[in-house]
């Protein structure tokens, strides 16, 4: 069965061409558009889209308002792949921290968005590791950093959560630090529990934020 | 201190104060003698001395160039933190010309101080480290005090020692005192602050408008050109049709992103001010405005009773201008006063009051007759009402604008 996508763009020629990418594609389909953020959460009840790929700006409810509005309204919400046009756009950020799990430059390859449709919907690891790093260290503070330590992760999962900012797999931690894949799993699911976070992406940000990874890295 | 450059850049600084301080005693010795005749010799050289060595050194000091020197000095060689501002161009200030003026007869005073002990000094100190070789009294150098000499002044050498290195650290301190002074006296006056401040929050809006319109024209052309390129190149074998249609779409898409690029330029490239570009500010600017009178040393309390969103543009345009031109004049007369300012609007109409605290005598100049009068003529062609005036030790400017005039 092929992965289904929503596409949100106020823009129907970048939506045209998202699509013609998407349906070549053997695995995925789109199974949906909508021109605005106010449409997403309707949509999504009723088609069940795996992966949502939507523009940040748009005129009346933009990517970060309708992110915030399928994680709080929607039982088990569909991964959320954000569209920009420009790298440095506070917005992106801001449907991170909203709970979108990645994003995703307009003009990238057509490949590298196809990547990043079934990277983000297997969920097992960071998409574009370095950009999210980027993201996160450019913009200023929301808060002085204060560690992670009230979290209170184990040494283990403290290092795990590293691994994960550097955009590993579970199996490509579970090799390098030679345990099995379900340990790692159960150790990820218990740093994004104790950092009451929905996704990688969401506790990567929160690892950045709070300087418990350090900004030299 | 003795090896920072610091040090030395204000001790040139002072010795330049000296070096200029020289025309006018000597002006001084022509004039008296001509006025000796009618006023008596002592009357002569004191009137002389006012004129010549007070009044004339503070005039010299108000001219606009030799402001615009000093400032430059006072930077590069005492260091003193002027802000990195364009200085304001067009006649200056009649208070900015008296802290001109007080600034360089301080230069003069203290250089004057500073370059004598220079000059006096190296012969004195010689001679005073001479003393307890020579017999009979030794003169200090110019001075007129002897020391007896002999093994008995042996006590002057180290004292002779040391003074140089004294001079050099009364130069570093005055020229210190002055570094500290120069702000109040050769920096921007809360007028100058707050025109500076105005001119770079229009050139940041404007650089931010221009950024947007980049943004949403240029780029989004070229994100749909690119989106729309990759996907015809993606499906190029199975789906001939839509790379038909890309190609067209792509056409249309780089000819629209060229022709606002090509708008953005022109308004890049236009030499006409920033401030005949930017749509004129409403009430909805406000904020910016308040703030960037504040960082003027002008605290405005605002007060807003009602909605600023249904006020009619040209009303809203008229009151920011109105509120504008108040604060500039509270800036001008009175200084760095809190302004109270309540808007308070109703569906009616517009209720606009500012007040500040009178200062000094200036405050009865009634706020400066022509701005006030063409603020008149604007708000009556409004079907407005204006009141000026001070009250009980208040100036206080109330304007109310009707929202839907009837003509």
């Given amino acids: 069965m092929s992965l289904g996508v929503l596409l949100v763009d106020d823009e129907p020629l970048i939506r045209s061409g998202l699509r013609a990418v998407i349906d070549s594609e053997d695995d995925l389909a789109v199974v949906g558009e909508a021109e605005d953020g106010a449409a997403v959460t309707p949509l999504v009840r009723r088609l069940r889209p795996d992966v949502v790929v939507m523009d940040v700006r748009m005129p009346v409810v933009d990517g970060i308002e309708a992110t915030r509005r399928l994680i709080a309204n929607v039982d088990d919400p569909p991964r959320i792949l954000i569209l920009t046009t420009f790298e440095n756009d506070d917005f992106v950020l801001e449907a991170l921290r909203a709970g979108a799990a990645g994003f995703l430059l307009k003009r990238a390859r057509p490949d590298e968005l196809v990547r990043a449709i079934r990277l983000l919907a297997a969920g097992e690891s960071l998409l574009f590791p370095s950009a999210i790093r980027e993201l996160v260290l450019r913009s200023s503070p929301v808060a002085p950093p204060s560690g992670l330590d009230a979290a209170g992760l184990t040494e283990r999962e403290a290092e795990v959560l590293r691994l994960v900012a550097q955009g590993l797999s579970n199996g490509e931690i579970a090799a390098q630090l030679v345990v099995s894949l379900e340990t790692v799993k159960t150790h990820v699911a218990r740093v994004l529990a104790k950092l009451d976070a929905r996704d990688r992406t969401q506790a990567v940000i929160r690892a950045y934020e709070s300087g418990f990874i350090a900004r030299g890295w | ?407």
Wanted: charged residues 20%; glycine residues 10%.
């Fill in chain 2, 1 to 407: 201190m003795l090896t920072s450059g610091r040090t030395w850049r204000r001790y040139a600084y002072l010795v330049i104060g000296a070096a200029l301080v020289a025309p006018y005693p000597t002006l001084a010795g022509f004039v008296a003698p001509a006025l000796e005749g009618g006023l008596g010799v002592d009357a002569a050289w004191a009137v002389a001395v006012v004129i010549c060595c007070v009044a004339l050194p503070i005039a010299t000091g108000m001219l606009a160039a030799v402001r615009g020197l000093q400032i430059t000095a006072a930077h590069l060689l005492l260091g003193a933190d002027l802000g990195d501002d364009e200085p304001t161009h067009g006649e200056l200030a009649w208070s900015t010309r008296r802290r001109s003026g007080a600034w360089f007869a301080a230069h003069l005073v203290v250089g004057a101080v500073v370059g004598s002990l220079t000059v006096v000094m190296p012969p004195a100190v010689v001679s005073a480290i001479s003393a307890p070789f020579v017999t009979g009294d030794v003169q200090l150098g110019r001075l007129d005090p002897t020391i007896p000499g002999g093994p008995g002044s042996a006590w002057v050498v180290p004292l002779a020692l040391l003074a140089p290195f004294a001079l050099v650290y009364l130069a570093a301190g005055a020229g210190a005192l002055l570094a500290r002074a120069a702000p109040r006296l050769l920096g921007p006056s809360p007028l100058e602050q707050l025109a500076i401040v105005r001119h770079r929050a229009d050139r940041l809006a404007e650089r931010n408008r221009l950024a947007r319109e980049l943004h949403d024209s240029v780029g989004h052309a070229l994100a749909i050109v690119t989106v729309q390129a990759g996907a015809a190149g993606h499906v190029l074998d199975s789906d001939p049709a839509f790379v038909r249609q890309a190609l067209t779409d792509i056409e249309t898409s780089a000819r629209n992103g060229l022709r606002d690029l090509d708008h953005v330029l022109g308004l890049l490239r236009d030499d006409a001010p920033a401030s005949a570009r930017v749509p004129t500010p409403t009430l909805a600017d406000l904020q910016r405005l308040v703030d960037s009178t504040r960082s003027a040393g002008i605290d405005v309390a605002a007060e807003l009773t009602g909605s600023i969103d249904e006020i009619p543009q040209a009303v809203s345009r008229e009151a920011y201008r109105i509120i504008q031109e108040s604060l500039t004049n509270v800036a001008r007369h009175a200084g760095a006063v809190p302004v109270d300012l309540r808007l308070t609007v109703d569906d009616q109409q517009l209720e606009l009051e500012l007040s500040n605290p009178l200062r000094g005598i200036r405050a009865t100049r009634a706020g400066g007759g022509r701005g006030l009068e063409g603020m008149r003529e604007r708000v009556a062609s409004l079907r407005g009402e204006v009141s000026a005036g001070a009250e009980s030790g208040r100036w206080r400017v109330a304007v109310s604008l009707p929202l839907h005039p009837v003509p």
